[in-house]
Structures are given as structure tokens and as C-alpha cells.
């Protein structure tokens, strides 16, 4: 499974979808998509990761400089899993302390809205 | 045995990955490791990738998957010689420096103005999107339930290894 990546606006907010497997073949990808979004002005990103099959130490790389690119204009990234094999590498790396992960898109627009 | 040589590139690491996950489930590992076979030989080849990318991208990375007195190893063999940092020969008890910040960055982002790098550790990346060289192999460390990292003559050999029931 090869990676699939789709982006939409949702109250305000660049929703990115991502589809497949996020690994050091794939993720360049997703970085040059996010910078993509940041250069075009989008600072308040959710990434859903619900149908992420995979995710390595590369992947969470270009998802923390997704997350310093958007924090340098005062953004945020999102992250929406529920999937516990993925959580997992959030957990052993300290990453859950960094990223906002939440259950549902919904939820993380939600909680993004009511922090301002 | 099964032993793989593959071109470094990181198309081929998913490969790798898919070799790795269905020796380690004919050798009998349980299904509820496989995440975990899959994710660290993932990290080791494309580490191996990496270091040969730089060193020698014409020599082939190498990957041996043996399953011997209940255990299922496999062991990653590049040749990319001094391309890893002293750090980068982390076991399980002499994890990263990095590692150590990124655990203890409890602290939630952008609540210390002073805190480089937006609020994030510093650990967090290397201005390319990229995590601290080692991370990698960090994640090793705590997925594969036994983990040896040694230098070799021509580079870096991760061994790692889990329970199986050979058949």
C-alpha cells in the first residue's frame, strides 16, 4: 500500500488525510505537501491519520517539522488516530506529550477552537 | 535462514519490511509482535539506507533473518562505515541523548517562552523535518526484545531478536 494524501477545509481549519504507509519512501511526500499548505498561508492543519497503516521514525520527523513550520507563524498541527499500533510509536518516543492527538476531526477542530 | 541484499533505496525498505514480517510469522513469532518485527527492521534498514546513500550507494544493504533455539533474529549489516556518531551505538541502556529530552519534554509545547525551537526540544529536529540521527535506533530499543548494536570493520550491524516457536 503505496501512500495516498488529500487535503480539505473544514471550519477554518486544512484538514490533511493521509492513506497508507508513511515511511522513509513515502513520508518526503507528506513534508513537501505540509510545506506546501504552510507556504500557502494554512497554519491551523489536522492531520488524520486514521487510515495510516505504518509509521516510522521517519515519518515522525516530517510530522514534527510540520508542526515547528506551522508553530513559526503561530499555527498548530493536529494529529487524529485511534489506531493503538501507531499510537504506540507516539508513546515510546514522547511524542504524545507534543502533539494534540485526538479520537475524531471533529473533535481535534473542536479542541483547536476552544484553546483561542 | 533467509538472507536479503537489497540496492539502498528507500523503496526497498518496505520490502524488507514485508520479508521480515512473513519470516518472523513462518518462524512461529506471535502475531501480537509482528508490529513490532515490521517497525524496528524498518528503522534498522533505513538507517542502513541512509549510511550507504552517503558512503557507497553501489554496495548492497544486508539483511539476514535466522530463527534458531527459539529465537527469530534478524540482523541489519551496512557498509556505510563512519557514517554513524558515537551516540549511534546506543543499546538499549545507552539510549540517545535525545531520547532522554524527548521523554521528558512533559512540558506542553509553547509554555516556556525560553524553550527552543517554537516550544519543542531541542531533539526534535534538524531544520529538515528529520528527528536526531539515532532516534531511529532509539525506537529500536524498545520495540525488539533484545537489541545488540556494534561496529564492524565496514559500518554498523543491528542485531535484534524476539521469542519464536520454531516449528
Redesign the interface.
Given at each position: 500500500m503505496d501512500l495516498k494524501l488529500d487535503d480539505h477545509m473544514k471550519d477554518g481549519i486544512r484538514v490533511v488525510d493521509v492513506e497508507g504507509?508513511i515511511?522513509?519512501?513515502t513520508a518526503p511526500r507528506l513534508?513537501e505537501l505540509?510545506?506546501d499548505l504552510v507556504n500557502k498561508g494554512d497554519y491551523q492543519l489536522v492531520v488524520n491519520m486514521e487510515k495510516v497503516e505504518?509509521l516510522?521514525?521517519?515519518g515522525?520527523?516530517?510530522l514534527?517539522?510540520?508542526?515547528?513550520?506551522v508553530?513559526?507563524h503561530d499555527g498548530s498541527l493536529d494529529l487524529v488516530c485511534r489506531q493503538e499500533?501507531i499510537l504506540?510509536?507516539f508513546r515510546?518516543?514522547?511524542?504524545t506529550?507534543?502533539f494534540g492527538i485526538h479520537d475524531t476531526v471533529e473533535e481535534a477542530i473542536k479542541a483547536r477552537k476552544s484553546e483561542k | 535462514m533467509v538472507e536479503l541484499a537489497f540496492t539502498p533505496?528507500?523503496?526497498h525498505?518496505?520490502t524488507a519490511?514485508l520479508v521480515a514480517v512473513a519470516v518472523a510469522r513462518r518462524s512461529g513469532v506471535p502475531e501480537s509482535l509482528l508490529?513490532e518485527v515490521?517497525?524496528a527492521v524498518?528503522?534498522a534498514c533505513?538507517r542502513a539506507?541512509?549510511a550507504h546513500r552517503q558512503n557507497c550507494p553501489a554496495e548492497p544493504v544486508k539483511v539476514e533473518l535466522t530463527d534458531s533455539g527459539g529465537r527469530f533474529e534478524v540482523v541489519v549489516t551496512d557498509s556505510g562505515h563512519g557514517a554513524a556518531p558515537a551516540d549511534d551505538l546506543a543499546g538499549p541502556e545507552m539510549i540517545p541523548e535525545g531520547?532522554a529530552a524527548?521523554?521528558?519534554?512533559?512540558?506542553?509545547?509553547?509554555a516556556s517562552a525560553a524553550e527552543a525551537?517554537?516550544?519543542?526540544?531541542a531533539a526534535?529536529?534538524n531544520g529538515?523535518?528529520?528527528?536526531e540521527d539515532g532516534?531511529?535506533l532509539?525506537?529500536i530499543a524498545?520495540?525488539a526484545d533484545d537489541v545488540r548494536i556494534s561496529r564492524t570493520p565496514a559500518g554498523i550491524s543491528v542485531c535484534m531478536s524476539w521469542p519464536s516457536s520454531a516449528r
Open positions: 504507509e515511511d522513509v519512501y513534508r505540509l510545506i505504518f516510522d521514525s521517519t515522525l520527523g516530517v514534527v517539522g510540520g508542526l515547528k513550520r508553530r513559526a499500533r504506540k510509536i515510546i518516543t514522547g511524542l506529550k507534543v | 533505496l528507500p523503496a525498505v518496505r519490511r508490529d515490521r517497525l524498518g528503522e533505513s539506507v541512509e531520547t524527548l521523554s521528558q519534554a512533559g512540558a506542553v509545547p509553547g525551537h517554537n516550544g519543542l526540544p526534535l529536529g529538515h523535518g528529520g528527528l532516534f531511529g532509539a525506537v524498545e520495540l
